[in-house]
Every structure is written in structure tokens, then in C-alpha cells.
């Protein structure tokens, strides 16, 4: 069910992925799912943003943030169950900001990222799409890309539908400076109804290629959080990680935190799982963000077994569902690298596994060796 949201300027929001900022500028109102207010802030960096959430008995709450004058200032208090608790704060487009929050378990979750990339974006209503697909560089039943005067170009056809189906959307995306970009997105408003609730403005924003320009990368996955880390399950549609996912949940408590993707992106040297905006099966969609314990590589198999293979297999089986634009080659090449690092600085496995209660029991036995 599309809404609008309460509190929100319906055609100028900030949309906030990992260290990324999207502010949107709309023509015509704009209609959100429930689970995307979580990406959805009122205001830019720079300005007094707030960190609004529900706390239990005795959970301490702490936000450390980095003032104009490079200091960090602490802010830690008990509060009582069920209590709003409120983080205010100043963040410059420059500085660092972590907003942490203290769990009963004793683990932390990173909530809040310094910026380091920032995209404007402008949707139009138009009756006419603007420009002509001339010298395309890559074509499927969905999409459609070429490139001029060092902007990329994107047309969007009617998904589900048959490849003739009618175009009904175009992007333009150029970069401004190393920190940010601009992208127009023109749509026909007799096609493109934002109340739709499978009509999304995540489809147009070119994520996968901004979160390159931060070294992000997005990983096809089912995105567990088990005491306080990040355990991915990433493998081909129907191969049963949101299964692995559901298991994990069933036998150790863990949570799954979106059961489809995940943004990955180093943070201090350490790798991170964030939240983001597209769920599979599972439904769970939360803007979570926490270091990577380990990273399963899953294949079905009438027995159990979970193996270490070679780097080279390894940095093959991400590459496979990292989302990649495979007609640029600087991403291809940027997102191998993405792939090398995380093979050499994670416990990334093979898993041959069941769907039944062995599975995730042979994997959490394995973990216990890293």
C-alpha cells in the first residue's frame, strides 16, 4: 500500500543509502511504501536531524558525533522501557557522524554513516519523453542504455511485459564533481502512477552505480543479524537462501534484516552490511547496518557440508550476485575489486546444504573455527 507520509513534503525529500544522499525534487506528489520511511530523512546533511526510537528497561543509548572543531561529543543515558529516546544533532557534508545504539545483547548497530557522495535528483512529468536512443550500449526486455557527452542515458520499459512493451520512463545521469552528481528522471504520468504500489522511484535512481563511487557494491543475499553481526547468505533466485535465512532464525533467534539484498561497504577498514530499499520473500526490509561475521555462498545438496574453496572460486561466486553494470567497464572492474577485498578479509564459504534443521546447525559449528 503507497501512502503519503505524514510530515513529509510530498514532491522534496532526502533519501539516505549507506554514506549516499539523494535529495528528490518532484513535479508531481509522491506516494511511499510504509517500509520506505526508514530511508527517508526531512532534511540534508548540514542540517538538525533526528534519531527517534523505542528503547527497553535499562538499554543505554549513545550517539557520538564529530563537532565543527573535530571533537567528539558523547551523549549516554538509561532510559526506561518503552521510552522515545532523542538524538539531535549537526552534520556537515564532510564530517563523520555514528549514531549507536546499546542492545540488551550487548551488541551495537551502526545506524548513521558520514556522507561522501550526494545525487540530486529531479523527476518530471512529461507528455513526451525527451530523448532519442541513439548508439546503445546495452538492451534487454527492461531496460534500455546508451551514452552521449559524458552522461549516461537509461530507458525504462513496462516490466512482466511482453519486449515490445511501451517506454514509459528515461534517466539522465551526469556527474558534477568527485562528491556528487545530478540525475533527471522524465515519466509519463498517464503510465507511471507513484500511488501504485509496485511503482517505485528506487528503480530510477541508479544505485548500484552511485554506490560504486563510495566503493559500495549491492550483493543479491539474505541478510541475517546474529549477536550483533552480519551473516549473509547470498546465491541464484530459488536456490533457498531466504530458506537459510528463515532456519538461522528458527534454531539461533537471529533476525533477518532484508531477505534479498544488501549494501556492502568498508567502514574503518572493516566491512559493514547495509540496509536497502528492496526485499524478496521474506518481506523484511530494515535499515540496518552491521560488520560482517561471514558470508555463505549456498547450494542445495541432498547432504550437509560446508567447504573453504579457492579465492578465485570465491571472488567468482560474488562477483555472480553483486549487482553490476556489465556494459561499463570501469564497474565491471571496480566491483571485481569489491570482490577480491571482501574474499580476502571475510569468511566467505561454500555451503552444500539441506533445507532442514542440519543446515544452519553445520554452518554455526563451522563458525566456530573464525
Given at each position: 500500500?503507497?501512502?503519503?507520509?505524514?510530515?513529509?513534503?510530498?514532491?522534496?525529500?532526502?533519501?539516505?543509502?549507506?554514506?549516499?544522499?539523494?535529495?528528490?525534487?518532484?513535479?508531481?506528489?509522491l506516494y511511499w511504501r510504509e517500509e520506505d520511511v526508514q530511508f527517508l530523512r526531512k532534511t540534508p546533511a548540514g542540517e538538525d536531524t533526528?534519531?527517534?526510537?523505542?528503547?527497553?528497561?535499562?538499554?543505554?543509548?549513545?550517539?557520538?558525533?564529530?563537532?565543527?572543531?573535530?571533537?567528539?561529543?558523547?551523549?549516554?543515558?538509561?532510559?526506561?522501557?518503552?521510552?522515545?529516546?532523542?538524538?539531535?544533532?549537526?552534520?556537515?557534508?564532510?564530517?563523520?557522524?555514528?549514531?549507536?545504539?546499546?542492545?540488551?545483547?550487548?551488541?551495537?548497530?551502526?545506524?548513521?554513516?558520514?556522507?561522501?557522495?550526494?545525487?540530486?535528483?529531479?523527476?518530471?512529468?512529461?507528455?513526451?519523453?525527451?530523448?532519442?536512443?541513439?548508439?546503445?550500449?546495452?538492451?534487454?526486455?527492461?531496460?534500455?542504455?546508451?551514452?552521449?557527452?559524458?552522461?549516461?542515458?537509461?530507458?525504462?520499459?513496462?516490466?512482466?511485459?511482453?519486449?515490445?512493451?511501451?517506454?514509459?520512463?528515461?534517466?539522465?545521469?551526469?556527474?558534477?564533481?568527485?562528491?556528487?552528481?545530478?540525475?533527471?528522471?522524465?515519466?509519463?504520468?498517464?503510465?507511471?502512477?507513484?500511488?501504485?504500489?509496485?511503482?517505485?522511484?528506487?528503480?530510477?535512481?541508479h544505485i548500484e552505480q552511485v554506490l560504486l563511487e563510495v566503493g559500495a557494491v549491492v550483493l543479491h543475499c539474505c541478510y541475517t543479524k546474529?549477536?550483533?553481526?552480519?551473516?549473509?547468505?547470498?546465491?541464484?533466485?530459488?536456490t533457498g537462501k531466504t530458506t537459510q535465512g528463515m532456519l538461522w532464525k528458527k534454531y539461533f533467534g537471529s533476525d533477518i534484516i532484508n531477505?534479498?539484498?544488501?549494501?556492502?561497504?568498508?567502514?574503518?577498514?572493516?566491512?559493514?552490511?547495509?540496509?536497502?530499499?528492496?526485499?524478496?520473500?521474506?518481506?523484511?526490509?530494515?535499515?540496518?547496518?552491521?560488520?560482517?561475521?561471514?558470508?555463505?555462498?549456498?547450494?542445495?545438496?541432498?547432504?550437509?557440508?560446508?567447504?573453504?574453496?579457492?579465492?578465485?572460486?570465491?571472488?567468482?561466486?560474488?562477483?555472480?550476485?553483486?549487482?553490476?553494470?556489465?556494459?561499463?567497464?570501469?564497474?565491471?572492474?571496480?566491483?571485481?575489486?569489491?570482490?577480491?577485498?571482501?574474499?580476502?578479509?571475510?569468511?566467505?564459504?561454500?555451503?552444500?546444504?539441506?533445507?532442514?534443521?542440519?543446515?544452519?546447525?553445520?554452518?554455526?559449528?563451522?563458525?566456530?573455527?573464525?
Amino acid at each position: 500500500m503507497k501512502k503519503l507520509l505524514d510530515g513529509f513534503d510530498p514532491r522534496h525529500v532526502f533519501l539516505w543509502l549507506a554514506s549516499v544522499e539523494y535529495e528528490l525534487h518532484s513535479d508531481l506528489d509522491l506516494y511511499w511504501r510504509e517500509e520506505d520511511v526508514q530511508f527517508l530523512r526531512k532534511t540534508p546533511a548540514g542540517e538538525d536531524t533526528q534519531c527517534l526510537r523505542k528503547v527497553s528497561a535499562g538499554d543505554g543509548v549513545q550517539c557520538l558525533q564529530k563537532d565543527s572543531a573535530g571533537e567528539d561529543a558523547q551523549c549516554l543515558r538509561k532510559v526506561s522501557a518503552g521510552e522515545d529516546a532523542q538524538c539531535l544533532r549537526k552534520v556537515s557534508a564532510r564530517e563523520d557522524a555514528q549514531c549507536l545504539q546499546k542492545v540488551s545483547a550487548g551488541e551495537s548497530a551502526l545506524q548513521f554513516s558520514g556522507l561522501a557522495y550526494r545525487v540530486r535528483v529531479f523527476l518530471h512529468a512529461v507528455e513526451a519523453l525527451p530523448f532519442a536512443e541513439e548508439n546503445v550500449i546495452y538492451r534487454n526486455e527492461k531496460l534500455t542504455v546508451w551514452k552521449a557527452g559524458g552522461k549516461e542515458y537509461r530507458g525504462f520499459y513496462a516490466q512482466f511485459l511482453k519486449p515490445d512493451s511501451p517506454l514509459y520512463a528515461q534517466t539522465c545521469f551526469s556527474k558534477v564533481s568527485p562528491e556528487e552528481a545530478r540525475l533527471d528522471i522524465y515519466y509519463l504520468p498517464e503510465r507511471v502512477h507513484w500511488e501504485n504500489p509496485n511503482v517505485n522511484v528506487w528503480n530510477f535512481l541508479h544505485i548500484e552505480q552511485v554506490l560504486l563511487e563510495v566503493g559500495a557494491v549491492v550483493l543479491h543475499c539474505c541478510y541475517t543479524k546474529y549477536q550483533g553481526q552480519a551473516i549473509l547468505f547470498s546465491a541464484p533466485s530459488g536456490t533457498g537462501k531466504t530458506t537459510q535465512g528463515m532456519l538461522w532464525k528458527k534454531y539461533f533467534g537471529s533476525d533477518i534484516i532484508n531477505g534479498d539484498k544488501a549494501i556492502l561497504m568498508p567502514v574503518d577498514g572493516r566491512w559493514y552490511a547495509f540496509g536497502h530499499p528492496y526485499h524478496g520473500s521474506a518481506r523484511e526490509c530494515l535499515n540496518e547496518a552491521y560488520p560482517v561475521k561471514c558470508i555463505s555462498v549456498v547450494r542445495q545438496s541432498p547432504r550437509d557440508q560446508v567447504i573453504k574453496e579457492s579465492p578465485m572460486r570465491i571472488v567468482k561466486d560474488l562477483y555472480s550476485e553483486m549487482t553490476v553494470n556489465h556494459w561499463d567497464a570501469e564497474a565491471v572492474n571496480a566491483a571485481l575489486a569489491l570482490a577480491m577485498d571482501l574474499a580476502a578479509k571475510l569468511p566467505v564459504v561454500k555451503q552444500f546444504c539441506t533445507m532442514k534443521e542440519d543446515a544452519p546447525k553445520t554452518l554455526h559449528k563451522y563458525m566456530e573455527f573464525f
